[in-house]
């Protein structure tokens, strides 16, 4: 099992990190642009770290279909707060998720620690650049659909299958291209290139996962497939949902959670530690 290195924090098997979400968008599914003012977003990351998160991952574009939001807007909405980010929070990990290596480029030399690739490696030197500054790379799995879109009945032979083979393949060539092999995770990315049925497959069966050896992330938060599961709640009453389906991941193995409520992933983490020790 491979020890996890980010910045000067290791997380080595058994150990769990949180990571807070914090987007500048205008149109999150989850908060519908809170954050989205620099200001907003700068407070948040603070709020964020007081809440105990360990990783803050900085978002600039929606995940779902939306408004066309190119490189360079990505780069104006990502690069200052993770500068300014950098320089209030010396110690705090920085993630930007990001497909593009244009992006992953101009905020890792800003100071981020790690590129959030969440649609499963669309721009191959998005893993040249980790390399390049020596940071980490999240490889996910999003079925081969193209970035922030929704595909019309997907399908898999085994989608566990799919997903291990591909976010192990991309963990090993990300480790080819030069990406220091501790810092790379592995992604099911719940909900990209899935439906509910798929992405409750990937949780059942996480454990599979756990076994490549990669450390494994997970976001789960306020996702569509929880409020389908519990018969279609909207994004505000997912919570118990959330947390529930977060508790069973860390159970399983898994060893970062992307969250949107760090407070309670910090607690039900820690009953999950205590809980396993006792």
């Known amino acids: 099992m491979h020890t996890l290195r980010l910045r000067d924090r290791e997380f080595g098997p058994g150990d769990f990190a949180v990571m807070a979400v914090v987007n500048r968008t205008p149109d999150s599914f989850y908060d519908q642009g809170k954050t989205y003012a620099f200001e907003a977003a ?14 803050v991952d900085i978002g600039g574009v929606k995940a779902g ?29 920085i ?10 480029e101009v905020v890792a030399q800003a100071g981020a620690d790690l590129l959030n690739d969440t649609w499963g490696g669309p721009d191959p030197a998005l893993a040249e650049v980790a390399a390049k500054h020596g940071i980490g790379l999240v490889c ?4 081969g659909v193209t970035p922030r879109t ?24 990300a480790v080819r291209a030069g990406v220091r092999p501790d810092g790379v995770l592995i992604d099911p990315a719940h909900d990209f290139g ?8 990937v949780s059942r069966r996480l454990p599979e996962m756990v076994a490549t050896g990669w450390p494994v992330l997970v976001a789960v938060s306020n996702k569509d497939f929880v409020g389908e ?50």
């Open 150 to 173: 929704r595909p019309h009945r997907i399908a898999y032979d085994d989608v566990v299958a799919d997903v291990i083979s591909h976010t192990v393949g991309l963990a090993e060539r």
């Open 194 to 201: 899935k439906n509910t049925w798929h992405s409750l497959q």
């Open 42 to 55: 700068l407070a948040a990351v603070a709020q964020a770290v007081r809440d105990g998160a360990d990783i």
């Open 95 to 104: 993630s930007v998720d990001t497909w593009r290596a244009e992006v992953g």
């Open 140 to 143: 996910a799995h999003a079925g």
């Open 229 to 278: 599961t519990l018969g279609g709640l909207p994004v505000d009453e997912r919570h118990a949902g959330t947390l529930a389906t977060l508790a069973v991941s860390a159970w399983q193995g898994a060893r970062v959670f992307r969250v949107h409520d760090p407070v309670s992933a910090v607690s039900a983490l820690a009953t999950i530690s205590r809980l396993r020790s006792s």
């Open 65 to 93: 279909p939306g408004d066309d939001v190119d490189a360079g807007e990505e780069i104006r909405r990502v690069a200052d707060l993770v500068a300014a980010v950098r320089h209030a929070h010396p110690g705090l990990i």
